[in-house]
């Protein structure tokens, strides 16, 4: 090994490796911080998740679309009443799922119905008018 002193800056290094410890905040795996400043696990509403469902899938007419908005109003009043509580009650975004598929979904049922009406008195307007072009047999 060469003797390095003679060199301008060739001294030797020495390391010193320091600890750094970071302070993260409690945050529960949704982004909200339970009262305390515990960790808390949030939960949803399921009154959310259930006027999505029925405004998603449309199976009875009206009936489910009329259900699916009372879950969803229902829902959005008991998660605004948790948050003034401090408790963690998650799900508005569900409902308001909820609330937007189950309005679409009645105002195209109610569409139907009206089209299917318009379509029956025109055509039944249609017949009677035929009708006089029959000859009648006795």
Known sequence: MSDLTHVPYARPVQTTVTRVEAQLPLVSPVGVAAAGGTLGRCRTDGFAVASAICGMTAIIPFVSQVIGL????????????????????VGAKWAAVGMISSGFALICW???????????????????SLNVLLPVTP
């Open 70 to 89: 009372g879950f969803a109003v229902v829902s959005l009043t008991r998660i605004r009443r948790a948050r003034r509580a401090g408790i963690g009650l």
């Open 110 to 128: 109610v569409g139907i119905f009206v089209a299917m009406g318009l379509l029956n008195s025109s055509l039944s307007h249609s017949v009677d």
